[in-house]
Nanobody, 128 residues
Framework: VQLQASGGGLAQAGGSLRLSCAASERTFSNYFMGWFRQAPGKDREFVAAMRWSYGNRHYAYADSFKGRFSISRDNDGNTVHLQMNSLKPEDTAIYYC????????????????????WGQGTQVTVSS
């Protein structure tokens, strides 16, 4: 599976950006898809994950992003989005999408090691 992240760019504080992650195949059914980010000099940080399995949707968010960021997917099952609102300068980072074909427990979704496939990352820069 190849993942292609896009949608990053420059935004002002308080603004919004929508990131997208396109998969090379329709793989999102039953698989968790996640977003992580990594700021310079910091560890990779979990943002959100979701799975759409047999009509049931499962979501996981890091507490610090609840209410500001939301993850969703297109009905074609190929693209997952991260809507980022009320952006802050500290949201500046490279954002990565990731996918796992395993079935991690919810408690492991924040671990980067739970995901086998990664996109190349897209830069988000938020100015004050």
């Amino acid at each position: 599976v190849q993942l292609q992240a896009s949608g990053g760019g420059l935004a002002q504080a308080g603004g919004s950006l929508r990131l997208s992650c396109a998969a090379s195949e329709r793989t999102f059914s039953n698989y968790f898809m996640g977003w992580f980010r990594q700021a310079p000099g910091k560890d990779r940080e979990f943002v959100a994950a979701m799975r759409w399995s047999y009509g049931n949707r499962h979501y996981a968010y890091a507490d610090s992003f609840k209410g500001r960021f939301s993850i969703s997917r297109d009905n074609d099952g190929n693209t997952v989005h991260l809507q980022m609102n009320s952006l802050k300068p500290e949201d500046t980072a490279i954002y990565y999408c990731a996918l796992t074909k395993r079935s991690p427990i919810f408690g492991d979704l924040h671990r980067s090691g739970a995901y086998e496939y990664w996109g190349q990352g897209t830069q988000v820069t938020v100015s004050s």
